[in-house]
């Protein structure tokens, strides 16, 4: 029988309480931001950035909302992270993507970039951490900050603990709701485990703007516990296996 999810809260989350104010300043960030950042970065993979677009598709159709025209870009780095900038402009390092080993974490990895943009945690959190350093309430926005300054203080973001929870909870809703098994999301938060024993700085950075995953595995679960959860799961698909063989052979090459 085809598989089905029923949560016993009312729903996962709501987006942010607050409406979507400043939105226009918000995009204006984002592209200021994207357009500096997208110099000191290599987008590759154009082919498979269309995958990871059409997917991004996919999930969106599950939002309740959504003012943002998002864009993707995988990096050429074995960096392992990826981050939102306002506005929706998605950076994917390579070195995350050749940590996953189904299409069901690439969902939960990308629905959660793109909840950290529907809930405007760059935008809220950025705009707190200038907050009584250039901002007055005059200006209402960083229109008179200038974006390199912006995307210093964007370089450095620390997510609270909550935005990270309400991205990650987010994201076990969209992937549910397509039909990927929810415990793929606990398998992203494996490799997260057994990496951090690395030490490497490849891992540092991710690390260190993210809470435990241990501590994010455990709430992860326990919303799990609360589904009732069918086995007719949606499997990776080709473009999925495509994506991780040409990774995986690059990063081979550079070595």
């Not at 939002?63 to 025209?69: D, G, I, V």
């Not at 529907?118 to 960083?142: C, N």
């Not at 959860?229 to 995986?248: H, Y």
Request: proline share 3%.
């Amino acid at each position: 029988p085809k598989s089905f999810f029923i949560f016993l809260t009312i729903s996962l989350l709501s987006y942010c309480k607050e409406p979507y104010e400043d939105l226009d300043m918000e995009k204006e960030w984002g592209k200021e931001i994207y357009e500096i950042h997208k110099d000191s970065v290599k987008c590759v993979f154009e082919k498979e950035t269309a995958f990871i677009s059409q997917l991004a598709k996919d999930i969106l159709t599950k939002a309740e909302t959504n003012p943002y025209q998002f864009q993707f870009c995988i990096t050429d780095s074995n960096e392992i992270n990826a981050y939102a900038l306002p506005s929706g402009y998605i950076f994917i390092h390579s070195g995350i993507l050749r940590t996953l080993s189904s299409e069901g974490e690439l969902v939960f990895l990308l629905g959660h970039e793109i909840a950290n943009v529907l809930l405007r945690h760059s935008y809220r959190t950025v705009k707190r951490q200038l907050a009584g350093k250039a901002l007055s309430e005059k200006t209402k926005g960083l229109s008179k900050i200038g974006p390199v300054q912006l995307f210093g203080v964007l370089g450095l973001l620390k997510f609270s603990r909550e935005f990270e929870k309400s991205s990650d909870m987010k994201a076990l809703e969209f992937a549910t709701s397509l039909g990927y098994d929810p415990r793929s999301s606990l398998d992203f938060m494996t490799n997260f485990e057994k990496l951090r024993f690395r030490k490497s700085n490849l891992i540092e950075n991710i690390l260190s703007t993210h809470p435990d995953p241990s501590v994010r595995k455990k709430y992860l679960q326990r919303s799990i516990n609360r589904m009732m959860v069918g086995s007719d799961f949606k499997k990776s698909g080709k473009e999925f296996i495509s994506l991780k063989n040409i990774i995986d052979k690059k990063i081979k090459n550079q070595k």
